[in-house]
């Protein structure tokens, strides 16, 4: 993958599970949960290199900053811009 890119992921929360998780299993991996395979793509093609981007929306409440409080077992300290959308009543 080259250049700017944005991945945006509708429902986070529920790609997230074990059950989902063990379907993202890559072939050979040791990983047999698929999680470090999927939080490797995600950190290595969409929040390392200049010009990515990744957006998602979630179900799970917190009250962090950071995506530490929504990803499973991560310990990164990268911020998130959490965005209120307006609600018609």
């Given amino acids: 993958l080259i250049g700017p890119l944005i991945l945006i992921v509708d429902e986070l ?3 997230l599970t074990k059950e989902t998780l063990a379907t993202l299993d890559v072939e050979g991996s040791e990983d047999p949960m698929g999680a470090k395979a999927l939080a490797g793509f995600i950190r290595s093609r969409c929040l390392g ?3 990515r ?6 179900h799970v409440a917190t ?5 530490g409080n ?6 990164s300290a990268r911020k998130v811009y959490k965005v209120q959308l307006p609600r018609i009543e």
């Fill in 70 to 75: 929504y990803w499973v077992n991560s310990r």
């Fill in 63 to 67: 009250v962090g900053r950071s995506i």
């Fill in 49 to 51: 290199p200049k010009d």
């Fill in 53 to 58: 981007f990744f957006i998602f929306s979630s």
């Fill in 13 to 15: 929360n529920m790609l």
